[in-house]
Antibody
Framework: EVQLLDSGGGLVQSGGSLRLTCAASGFTFSSHAMSWVRQAPGKGLEWVSSISPSDGTTFHADSVKGRFTISRDNSKNTLYLQMNSLRAEDTAVYYC??????????????WGRGTLVTVSS | DIVMTQSPDSLAVSLGERATINCKSSQTVLYSSKNKNYLAWYQQKPGQPPKLLIYWASTRESGVPDRFSGSGSGTDFTLTISSLQAADVAVYYCQQYFTSPPTFGQGTELEIK
């Protein structure tokens, strides 16, 4: 059974940092692109970042570029999102999401439960 | 970026009736050489993460009831629930994964009339 356990959210002041973690199990982690998708309170879904399975190629939304860094450790089946220079508009539930294929040009077929990040101004 | 626009924003349908949600992309999401539309539909119930229902515009994810179907090509797509059940109350999102960045529609809230 595929499981994605995302954690690391919390309350942080504007300008602060947080590191989100997603522990994956139940599939070959090193064979799938992984992503973070966020959802502001009462709002829709917004893609944040993606990372390729093995060569570490990363992609970030313009809204977080230069502030957020996605990474992965295939030996630990773990995905990360380092978030720096946090702003109030980054307040959201952050979901870890698995791509159905090797590239992130595929649907998100499994999602974590989400971890809430609240940035106070 | 490809803009995804869903209609309507909210929808109330009687139990057992058909529900139809539309999604329009600002550019084609059809990869012609593969004849595949890079379009997915998700269902999100309150307090839960999204769940993949449909991908490649019309392929039902394993375990999804056959009352859910997807259709369309190019820039215009539809999610149809043939006979609405109480368990289908949720927000539905379309998403394109044809180009970077992947983008979602604004969501359609489906409720029981």
């Amino acid at each position: 059974e595929v499981q994605l356990l995302d954690s690391g959210g919390g309350l942080v002041q504007s300008g602060g940092s947080l590191r989100l973690t997603c522990a994956a199990s139940g599939f070959t982690f090193s064979s799938h692109a992984m992503s973070w998708v966020r959802q502001a309170p009462g709002k829709g879904l917004e893609w944040v970042s993606s990372i390729s399975p093995s060569d570490g190629t990363t992609f970030h939304a313009d809204s977080v570029k230069g502030r957020f860094t996605i990474s992965r450790d295939n030996s630990k089946n773990t995905l990360y999102l380092q978030m720096n220079s946090l702003r109030a508009e980054d307040t959201a539930v952050y979901y870890c999401a698995k791509s159905g294929g090797i590239t992130y040009y595929s649907p998100f077929d499994y999602w974590g439960r989400g971890t809430l990040v609240t940035v106070s101004s | 970026d490809i803009v995804m626009t869903q209609s309507p924003d909210s929808l109330a349908v009687s139990l057992g009736e058909r529900a139809t949600i539309n999604c329009k992309s600002s550019q084609t999401v059809l990869y012609s050489s593969k004849n595949k539309n890079y379009l997915a539909w998700y269902q999100q119930k309150p307090g839960q993460p999204p769940k993949l229902l449909i991908y490649w515009a019309s392929t039902r994810e394993s375990g999804v009831p056959d009352r859910f179907s997807g259709s369309g090509s190019g820039t215009d797509f539809t999610l149809t629930i043939s006979s609405l059940q109480a368990a289908d109350v949720a927000v539905y999102y379309c998403q394109q994964y044809f180009t970077s960045p992947p983008t979602f529609g604004q969501g359609t809230e489906l409720e029981i009339k």
